[in-house]
Each structure stands twice: as structure tokens, then as C-alpha cells.
């Protein structure tokens, strides 16, 4: 039914900007109730809640990455952006979009989750 697909680059150089897209199918980023954000987990600690964005356009994000995190969508092609600046090692992560019906969940596949993909910052 519903499906996230995360893309972008698997690798990002500190200081760099990390990005990457959730191209959604079999539902709309626009549908009222769902939150469509970004839950990451690095290499041995748990599911980290980054942010989402909801079907109006408003913005929700975690007070810790907030100063460096933004989001944007384009509804024609059914998709969310993820944008982290000014990335270190710390942000070497699997960073998962997914859509959710309660704001900040980190259960997976609770409710729609994509399969994530690994990004590992590096010199």
C-alpha cells in the first residue's frame, strides 16, 4: 500500500550538508493526520526522532538537531526533503523517512516506515 523510498548520497564530507528525499506512493504527503519525518540511528544507540513535516507544511523538529535541521516537500511529486547541515562523524547514521500517525514515534513500522539508508560522514 503505502511506501517510502529514502535516496541521496551514502557518503558526505564533514562541514558538508547532508540531503536526502522520501518519495512517497500509495498515499499523499498532503493526507491530514500523518506526519512525514526523519528517524535515524547511529551505529549502537537507539532510534533517534530528527523532525517531520505535516500536510500543511509546518515544520516539527527535535530541540537537539533544530539549529542545523530544515525540511521541504514538493507535493507534485509526492515528496519530503531532509536537509542537516554542517555534518560530523556523530551524524554517520541509517536515516529512515517515514509516516506516522503520532508526532516524534520512533516505533517502526508504526505506521509506514521506509527501509532506510546507510550515510556515513567522512574525510
Known amino acids: 500500500q503505502v511506501r517510502l523510498q529514502e535516496s541521496g548520497p551514502g557518503l558526505v564530507k564533514p562541514s558538508q550538508t547532508l540531503s536526502l528525499t522520501c518519495t512517497v506512493s500509495?498515499?499523499?504527503?498532503?493526507?491530514?493526520?500523518?506526519?512525514w519525518g526523519w528517524i535515524r540511528q547511529p551505529p549502537g544507540k537507539d532510534l533517534e526522532w530528527m523532525g517531520a513535516?505535516?500536510?500543511?507544511?509546518?515544520?516539527y523538529y527535535t530541540p537537539s538537531l533544530k539549529s542545523r535541521t530544515s525540511f521541504a516537500r514538493d507535493t507534485s511529486k509526492n515528496q519530503f526533503t531532509l536537509q542537516l547541515t554542517s555534518v560530523t562523524p556523530e551524524d554517520t547514521a541509517v536515516y529512515y523517512c517515514?509516516?506516522?500517525?503520532?508526532?516524534?514515534?520512533?516505533?517502526?513500522?508504526?505506521?509506514?516506515w521506509g527501509q532506510g539508508t546507510q550515510v556515513t560522514v567522512s574525510s
Open positions: 517515514a509516516g506516522t500517525r503520532r508526532l516524534g514515534s520512533t516505533v517502526k513500522g508504526d505506521d509506514y
Open positions: 500509495g498515499g499523499s504527503i498532503t493526507t491530514n493526520g500523518f506526519f
Open positions: 513535516i505535516d500536510a500543511f507544511g509546518n515544520n
